[in-house]
């Protein structure tokens, strides 16, 4: 099973910015559309940003549209998250997973252990 590895999280002021990377051991990520979701406190897990095997399309969460890109790597076996102009409600937990769909960021199987992100001043 596919194993993902998060990394990148911390705490940021409101208007900073982090990169999230997600890392892949034993197994090849070229095959796998990847999600980037987050889960706050008291709310459900909601999905953040998902881009196809190939790269050659993304989408975004209408909350971080124009603030956040998401790309990938296949020759470092990576998945980059780049969060721009963070905000207070952009903390969360930040989970990457592999083996699903990004239209509708469904079926989603393998799943990292999470980094925090917190945005305050």
């Known amino acids: 099973q596919l194993q993902l590895v998060e990394s990148g999280g911390g705490l940021v002021q409101p208007g900073g910015s982090l990169r999230l990377s997600c890392a892949a051991s034993?197994?090849?990520?070229?095959?796998?559309?990847i999600g980037w979701f987050r889960q706050a406190p008291g709310k459900e897990r909601e999905g953040v940003s998902c881009?196809?095997?190939?790269?050659?399309?993304?989408n975004y969460a209408d909350s971080v549209k124009g603030r956040f890109t998401i790309s990938r790597d296949n020759a470092k076996n990576t998945v980059y998250l780049q969060m721009n102009s963070l905000k207070p409600e952009d903390t969360a937990v930040y989970y990457c997973?592999?083996?699903?769909?990004?239209?509708?960021?469904?079926?989603?199987?393998?799943w990292g252990q999470g980094t925090q992100v917190t945005v305050s001043s």
């Open positions: 997973a592999g083996g699903g769909f990004c239209s509708g960021y469904v079926d989603f199987t393998s």
């Open positions: 034993e197994f090849t990520l070229d095959y796998y559309a």
């Open positions: 881009i196809s095997s190939n790269g050659g399309s993304t």
